[in-house]
T-cell receptor
Framework: NAGVTQTPKFQVLKTGQSMTLQCAQD?????MSWYRQDPGMGLRLIHYSVGAGITDQGEVPNGYNVSRSTTEDFPLRLLSAAPSQTSVYFC???????????????FGEGSWLTVV | TQLLEQSPQFLSIQEGENLTVYCNSSSVFSSLQWYRQEPGEGPVLLVT?????EVKKLKRLTFQFGDARKDSSLHITAAQPGDTGLYLCAGEGSGTYKYIFGTGTRLKVLA
């Protein structure tokens, strides 16, 4: 069972560069989201999606773009990387319709991003 | 803006002690969840509470949802070193699918 798969696991960027963090889930979940976690802190919601073609902003959306062209994939784009975006990024998915794990949020393993 | 504040932020206790972690908000949530996160990994769900006043037990862990569905607590009895980790509460505004996480409580249980 793959669950939620994120790539890359580690990335170093220079200020001003752009990149895309990939996220895929194989559980047919309608809900996907991206969070960032700074050292010793909780998670802050960047963007989320309740289905293909539908996205919305979370708590800290500035500097990030998302799209949801398929149920499975939810990439996160950093438009022009800044040192303040150095963080660990988690992709997550869940389903309101799962008989066994309704609303359980499944997380990927995280992507460690450093912007220098 | 919905916020979830957890207290305490850090907690270091001896094995065998009891502890309570709190998750508070001024907003009403349709459900609250508790997660535990270990270093280098994503959070893992411990429990979901959905009814005001609900109490759920998971072995030595007891979770309670406040009557007004604005707060929750996690009580651990006879803590063990394996309980060490970052505990996070998460809430969803009614029907929004927007899951907000708390600030986290970092627990260390010393043998």
């Amino acid at each position: 069972n793959a669950g939620v798969t994120q790539t890359p696991k580690f990335q170093v960027l220079k200020t001003g560069q752009s990149m895309t963090l990939q996220c895929a889930q194989d559980m047919n979940h309608e809900y996907m989201s991206w969070y960032r976690q700074d050292p010793g802190m909780g998670l802050r919601l960047i963007h989320y999606s309740v289905g293909a073609g539908i996205t919305d902003q979370g708590e800290v959306p500035n500097g990030y773009n998302v799209s949801r062209s398929t149920t499975e994939d939810f990439p996160l784009r950093l438009l022009s990387a800044a040192p303040s975006q150095t963080s660990v990024y988690f992709c997550a998915s869940s389903s309101r319709y799962s008989a066994t794990a309704r609303d359980t949020i499944y997380f990927g393993e995280g992507s460690w991003l450093t912007v220098v | 803006t919905q916020l979830l504040e957890q207290s305490p932020q850090f907690l270091s206790i001896q094995e065998g002690e009891n502890l309570t972690v709190y998750c508070n908000s001024s907003s009403v949530f349709s459900s609250l969840q508790w997660y535990r996160q270990e270093p280098g990994e994503g959070p893992v769900l411990l429990v979901t509470v959905v009814t005001g006043g609900e109490v759920k037990k998971l072995k030595r862990l007891t979770f309670q949802f406040g009557d007004a569905r604005k707060d929750s607590s996690l009580h651990i009895t006879a803590a063990q070193p394996g309980d060490t980790g970052l505990y996070l509460c998460a809430g969803e505004g009614s029907g929004t699918y927007k899951y907000i996480f708390g600030t986290g409580t970092r627990l260390k249980v010393l043998a």
